[in-house]
């Protein structure tokens, strides 16, 4: 009887990301065999429910694929990382991810579970960086209470970040050191500073984010 044969229960089809083909092979191992995952060819990795990208660290490239990623509407992006640093929480929460994970604790049962969380759209962070970020939103709303003023949401941490090295009289290469990021970063985040709020240039940016009380 059609009835009584039981359902098989739904895979979650996932696509496995990262530049380095030993960090690819060790979390597909890891979930190959796991009844719950159907990992996809690459050709078909545009398709999968959850791409999980797997990486050292965040910096433009994987900025750029998790950006990929977030306009495909396939798919949901989760990541496992091995450092991420200052400003990083944000950087990744603005490239779409919700759902991330260290290396160091990435054992089966913990990359099960962000693949299914991922899946499922919701949030997984570790402690700490759960903690970071409620301190941010909190932040952000304390300073949307007060109408009469500009509030931190005006500028991004990383915006501010790079504002506050350019007032310490760092030049471009400096802060990409500093930070972490490309010298090519640094210019357009600077420039977007200067074209969004309508300023003339760099000292013209930092005094008015001084004025103002954004670093």
Do not use: F
Request: net charge neutral.
């Amino acid at each position: 009887m059609r009835g009584s044969r039981s359902e098989r229960p739904t895979r979650m089809t996932l696509a496995v990301y990262a530049a380095d083909p030993v960090l690819r092979t060790g979390v597909v191992q890891q979930l190959r065999h796991r009844p719950e995952i159907d990992l996809v060819d690459v050709d078909d990795a545009d398709s999968a429910q959850v791409s999980l990208v797997v990486v050292d660290t965040v910096d433009d490239d994987v900025a750029a694929l998790l950006n990929r990623l977030r306009h495909n509407s396939a798919t949901r992006t989760g990541l496992v990382i091995g450092t991420l640093g200052a400003g990083g929480l944000q950087r990744v929460i603005e490239c779409g991810v919700a759902a991330v994970l260290r290396r160091a604790e990435a054992d089966q049962d913990q990359l099960l579970r962000l693949v299914l969380a991922t899946g499922n759209g919701e949030g997984m962070l570790p402690g700490d960086l759960l903690g970071e970020l409620l301190n941010h939103v909190g932040s952000l709303q304390r300073s949307a209470l007060d109408p009469g003023a500009l509030s931190l949401s005006t500028l991004t941490t990383r915006e501010a970040d790079m504002l506050r090295l350019v007032s310490e009289g760092l030049d471009t290469a400096e802060i990409a050191r500093k930070t972490s990021y490309s010298e090519r970063t640094v210019k357009n985040v600077l420039h977007e500073v200067i074209t969004r709020l309508q300023l003339r240039n760099r000292a013209h940016a930092v005094g008015y984010a001084l004025r103002n009380g954004l670093i």
